[in-house]
């Protein structure tokens, strides 16, 4: 059984900064990619950022330069730096994993953790 578990999001002032971290539990053996999504109140969920287990990422526009996401493939962790938060940038955070290995050409359904709230005050 995969799951994966975010931690870090709250409350902070506008122009402050945030660390989420997401580790993902279970058998496995590589995950191809990890990303965080957000959703706030009566919008649909976007992508934030995304990053392979090569390094390659990928950010939304509106966080480009302002966030950065990593991982620790070794700890099957994923983080997600926001620096300059915004009040834009309130919402529930998602990590999902797709793409995991659980054996040799086994994989699990693409994951997703429970979520953690981040609150940007103006």
């Known amino acids: 059984q995969v799951q994966l578990v975010e931690s870090g999001g709250g409350l902070v002032q506008a122009g402050g900064s945030l660390r989420l971290s997401c580790a993902a539990s279970?058998?496995?053996?590589?995950?191809?990619?990890m990303g965080w999504y957000r959703q706030a109140p009566g919008k649909q969920r976007e992508l934030v950022a995304h990053?392979?287990?090569?390094?390659?990422?990928k950010y939304a526009d509106s966080v480009q330069g302002r966030f950065t996401i990593s991982r620790d493939n070794a700890k099957n962790t994923v983080y997600l730096q926001m620096n300059s938060l915004k009040p834009e940038d309130t919402a529930t955070y998602y990590c999902?994993?797709?793409?995991?290995?659980?054996?040799?050409?086994?994989?699990?359904?693409?994951?997703w953790g429970q979520g953690t709230q981040v609150t940007v005050s103006s």
């Open positions: 999902n994993a797709e793409g995991v290995r659980t054996g040799f050409s086994s994989f699990a359904n693409d994951q």
């Open positions: 279970g058998k496995i053996f590589s995950i191809a990619f």
């Open positions: 990053a392979t287990s090569g390094g390659d990422t």
